[in-house]
């Protein structure tokens, strides 16, 4: 993939990592340099395609294909005038064909594809469907509003509960600080020993420590922007063991409804082998059972026993 780069002075992000590129309606990039110097008067021509152009509209570029800023852009001029939603139509088709002449209006304008009926219709349709636009976007501008102030809510919440923090950071410190200066006092003071008045002391700082941790575990309730509630503390406590009973082999019961099945050693002795064919040695494999009954031949003769009644 080639280098992003000016095509007016050529230069490239390889050889200056700090390059800024600026895009216009048109699609076509200028670093900030050439932008300055072409355009002092406010206005000109763009380079490649002898676009008229503003020096107001030129924005950074934020993809790495100019084609991308481009549509992105139309695609917001657009969506400002075809602002219906799916309430607006009867049925979902509807709706959907809506949708589908949006995107054909978006691919047209970007890539220069009729463009003169294109902005006919839009223009069309801005005049039939005026209040509708303007019913919406005064719909869109409240729900923004709601959001920003959910947000707002929220960013206050968040600075309250830094606030909180810092000042229970604070008031522990200075603890810690009172514990110091009073243990340094007692022994100053005191006339017990050293070594039982650092006992003491050690006991009250390790109450004092128990008594911290425990306010750090509580957690208090938030409301997010969505509205749920995150009050609940997480149980980590290890899931409780079931007692069962182990496994114990019973042997398998095969229920025939029909009549019972004989063993293998009587079934020549009944007459179940009668008419059966001996087996030849070429087609006696593995196991046999007896002379000429395979292991094939009597598990058919087993098979075709159950469900005779």
Known sequence: MDDQGCPRCKTTK???????????????????????????????????????????NFRVQLFEDPAVDKEVEIRKKILKIYNKRDSDFPSLREYNDY??????????????????????????????????????????????????????VEQQGNEKRRLECLQEEQRQLLTKRKNKQALLD????????????????????????????????????????????????????????????????????VHTYGPPVPQLEQLGRLGYLNHVRAASPR?????????????????RLQRALPALH
């Open 186 to 253: 007692e022994l100053e003071s005191s006339q017990l020993p050293a070594t039982l008045l650092l006992a003491q002391h050690k006991d009250r700082a390790a109450q004092l420590e128990s008594q911290l941790e425990k306010q750090r575990q509580v957690v208090k309730p938030t409301i997010f922007s969505t509205g749920i509630s995150m009050g609940e503390t997480i149980s980590l406590q290890p899931v409780v063991r079931m007692e069962e009973v182990l496994y114990q082999y019973q042997p398998l019961q």
């Open 283 to 299: 087609t006696r494999p593995g196991v046999h059972l007896g002379p000429g009954l395979p292991q094939s031949r009597a598990g």
């Open 14 to 56: 390889y050889r200056n990592p700090s390059l800024k590129l600026m895009v216009n309606v048109c699609g076509h990039t200028l670093c900030e340099s050439c932008v300055e110097m072409l355009f002092v008067r406010g206005s000109g021509n763009c380079v490649q395609c002898d676009t008229p152009l503003r020096k107001s």
């Open 99 to 152: 949708l589908e002449q949006v995107e054909e209006i978006v691919f047209n304008l970007t890539n220069n594809v009729d463009m003169e009926n294109t902005k006919q219709m839009m223009e069309q349709y801005q005049r039939e469907n005026r209040d509708i636009i303007q019913r919406n976007k005064v719909k869109l501008s409240r729900e923004q509003e709601e959001l920003e102030e959910l947000l707002l």
